[in-house]
């Protein structure tokens, strides 16, 4: 062992000692979860903290399995063949004292030092707190909509059988199939090895050839609000009345943080029937909900790194990023733009940014392949050094074979050197839009740790409980939910400095409703 260096597993006991030594360098797997201890314990981890599973996440982002047996078959270190508990304490020393020599050389080696301490390790620090914390919700109010909804399921199922003609299993592929396409007569789109293919994309496509398509589909929308959303959440809400999410770092592979049990970032927002949900989710008595998110994150990315004049200087003077796009791809004065040649270019403007070709853009926005390439080409046209960006990276891919964030944040792309066109378009795909939404990750996460330092820093009570990809919500006093508002919005806009502005619009309100809409 190393002088003045400690390596200990996640619950190694009498850590409490070591992790509160500033001299010391503490090597371990789950930061997070020492983090958390130490938060409830109400002590600080003072002590340098290196984390091999992430550390070995930067490394390999596309791993399944950072566990002690994978990460020491990866690295060729022979693990400790022992189950008994007496024996943990030395197979953790074992363990961790090479793999953590090894995986530190391979950060150096990357220049990954930075991303690792200065950003995964202190967002374990924030997201451990936040797990601690949870998230008030009201128990009543969701069992009450949960009954609302059942009630208005079970009114669609007599009406579906009423215009069906018969009564069937309405969750069952197979015998909607049945009434759909024999009973019916409704044109088949797609046969699947069992029957008929009644997946949301079929339906949509007919839901003006029969009253009963619409009913199926509000249908499969009601009661995945209802079993998913109410019944799930009502199972998992804590003692203390607040729902505490598991928010994973090891988990994508563009570094965005993920949410499981449950997933509350994925509360639905497309419909108002699923905004309702947000209603539930509220602050404590009190206290306020503050919520800011990032204007055009993504595409601002892509302005920097591209750097495209044209999309820097709309974002420098404000401009309507989609109005200024439409106008180019349109070939019309500004003035001239309608709302719908709006919402087309900024399928665009996103679509780009998601490597999106012409038929899947043609196919989510109403056209034909032939108007979406059109559309590809003139925005690709205005916006030259996007499409240089596009051309360049791919080619800089292939020849690393990886691609990075701002930040030093790698993916690799065997994908690129394959032998099929398909797995080669993907590879391509990702090379294009991976530097992108990876760099966006890493500035909200730089923006995580930052508001948690500043509401340290400056005495005040209020807490970070959740980020959903570009927004972040804070649970305050109301009587520093101005302050609180003011503080989130400079973190989140002066996280890092980019060509074109960040813009963050902050809100208040008692729920994430009020807060968000």
């Not at 949301?200 to 496509?205: D, W």
């Not at 009502?234 to 499981?260: C, M, P, W, Y």
């Not at 996460?445 to 005495?459: F, Q, S, T």
């Amino acid at each position: 062992m190393n002088e003045g260096k400690v390596y200990l597993s996640a619950d190694a006991a009498l850590f409490e000692q070591l992790v509160s030594d500033k001299e010391l360098t503490v090597c371990t797997r789950g930061s997070k979860a020492l983090f958390a201890y130490a938060d409830s314990a109400g002590f600080e981890v003072s002590a340098k903290l290196f984390d091999v599973e992430l550390a070995a996440y930067l490394l390999e982002p596309s791993s399944k399995d950072y566990t002690d047996e994978n990460l020491c078959a990866a690295n060729r270190i022979e693990l400790p063949l022992t189950d008994k508990d007496e024996y943990k304490p030395y197979r953790a020393l074992a363990v961790y004292d090479k793999l953590c020599e090894k995986l530190l050389g391979e950060i150096k080696a990357n220049s990954q030092e930075k991303l690792l301490f200065d950003i995964e390790i202190p967002l374990a620090n924030v997201l451990a707190k936040m797990e601690n914390i949870g998230f008030e919700v009201d128990r009543q109010g969701i069992a009450d909509y949960g009954a609302m909804l059942s009630a208005r399921i079970s009114q669609l199922e007599a009406e579906i059988y009423s215009s069906a003609g018969s009564e069937f299993n309405i969750n069952s592929p197979k015998q909607l199939g049945k009434i759909l396409f024999e009973d019916l007569g409704l044109p088949v789109k797609k046969k699947t090895k069992s029957g008929y293919s009644t997946n949301a994309e079929v339906l949509e496509s007919l839901r003006y050839e029969h009253p009963v398509v619409e009913m199926v589909l509000q249908y499969r929308t009601l009661a995945k609000l209802n079993s998913t959303y109410c019944e799930g959440l009502l199972k998992v809400i804590a003692d203390d009345g607040r729902i505490h999410s598991n928010f994973n770092q090891t988990e994508t592979r563009t570094g965005r943080i993920s949410s499981t049990e449950p997933n509350l970032q994925n509360i639905p927002v497309r419909t108002e029937l699923g905004r309702e949900m947000r209603k539930f989710f509220c602050a404590r008595e009190g206290w306020v909900l503050v919520d800011a998110d990032y204007s055009q994150i993504e595409l601002r990315v892509l302005a920097h790194i591209a750097h495209d004049k044209n999309m820097i200087e709309a974002f420098k003077n404000g401009d309507d990023i989609h109005a200024i796009t439409a106008s180019q791809v349109f070939n019309l004065p500004l003035d001239m733009v309608t709302p719908l040649m709006r919402s087309r270019a900024k399928a665009v403007n996103f679509g780009i940014v998601y490597g999106i070709g012409a038929f899947s853009l043609g196919k989510d926005i109403g056209v034909t392949t032939k108007e979406a390439s059109s559309y590809i080409k003139n925005y690709l046209s205005h916006y030259s050094g996007v499409d240089k960006y596009m051309q360049d990276v791919v080619e800089k891919a292939k020849l690393d074979g990886y691609v990075e964030t701002m930040f030093g944040r790698r993916r690799y792309l065997p994908e690129l050197s394959s032998g099929k066109h398909m797995l080669r378009a993907f590879g391509e795909r990702v090379a294009r839009n991976m530097p992108i939404q990876g760099t966006a990750a890493d500035i909200i996460k730089i923006a995580m740790v930052r508001v948690d330092e500043r509401l340290k820093k400056e005495g005040l009570h209020a807490r970070l409980i959740l980020q959903v990809h570009d927004e972040l919500i804070v649970e305050a006093p109301q009587d520093e939910s101005m302050r609180v508002a003011m503080l989130l919005q400079e973190e989140m806009e002066n996280a890092v400095r980019l060509d074109v502005p960040l813009t963050a619009d902050a809100a208040v309100g008692r729920t994430w409703y009020d807060a968000k809409g």
